[in-house]
Structures are given as structure tokens and as C-alpha cells.
């Protein structure tokens, strides 16, 4: 069983930044690979961005590379994004999730667990 929250979402301006982190629960946290998707209003659940279960891969959406950084620590249990240069696109709510080391961390039916959701807001 592994239980996942996210924290840090809210309102910004466009071309500011903000920093999601996602607590997981587990002791077997740091053997997961991790990600996060996201769902805008009236549209379909996407990738954003995944990390292998010791950090040595980092996968992107075109949308957000040279943006966005993911990143994990297994002793804190904990995984980030560090989102820069926000944009009104990037408004949706996002979510955590986790999966067995060595899946496809990009298709969303791999996904064993997942958070409940933080919401971004971006303004212009």
C-alpha cells in the first residue's frame, strides 16, 4: 500500500514559479518510479513528468521541458516539481503518482497509485 498527497498548488502570475512536493507514506517509496499528470477544465488527464525510482531518469512533455524539473528524495519520502516561467495553459490540477520500477511512467494506465490532486492556477 503506498498513499500519496500532494501540496503547494495555488494562484500565480504568469512567469512566476512554484514548487509542487508529493508525501508518500510508504517505506518502499524510494524503489517506485514516480511522476506527475495533470487535467485542465474540460479536457483529458496528460503526462507531465516521471522520474525513475533512483532518480536517474527524468522524463518530460514537450509542453513543459526547459520549464519544469522533477526530482525525488528517498530518505524524505518525498518527490518535487519545480515549475518556472508559469503560463495560463499550465492551469489544471495536478496529480501524483506512482508505479512499479521499470514501467512507462508516461502512459497513465500503468499507474498504480495516485494523489488526490493540487490545484495551479496561472493568471495573465
Known amino acids: 500500500q503506498v498513499q500519496l498527497v500532494e501540496s503547494g498548488g495555488g494562484l500565480v502570475q504568469a512567469g512566476g514559479s512554484l514548487r509542487l512536493s508529493c508525501a508518500a507514506s510508504?517505506?518502499?517509496?524510494?524503489?517506485?518510479?514516480m511522476g506527475w499528470f495533470r487535467q485542465a477544465p474540460g479536457k483529458e488527464r496528460e503526462f507531465v513528468a516521471g522520474?525513475?525510482?533512483?532518480?536517474?531518469?527524468?522524463y518530460y512533455a514537450d509542453s513543459v521541458k526547459g520549464r519544469f524539473t522533477i526530482s525525488r528524495d528517498g530518505a524524505k519520502n518525498t518527490m518535487y516539481l519545480q515549475m518556472n516561467s508559469l503560463k495560463p495553459e499550465d492551469t489544471a490540477v495536478y496529480y501524483c503518482?506512482?508505479?512499479?520500477?521499470?514501467?512507462?511512467?508516461?502512459?497513465?494506465?500503468?499507474?498504480?497509485?495516485w494523489g488526490k490532486g493540487t490545484l495551479v492556477t496561472v493568471s495573465s
Open positions: 503518482a506512482a508505479g512499479p520500477a521499470g514501467i512507462d511512467v508516461t502512459w497513465a494506465a500503468n499507474i498504480h497509485y
Open positions: 510508504g517505506r518502499t517509496f524510494s524503489t517506485y518510479t
Open positions: 522520474i525513475s525510482w533512483n532518480g536517474g531518469n527524468t
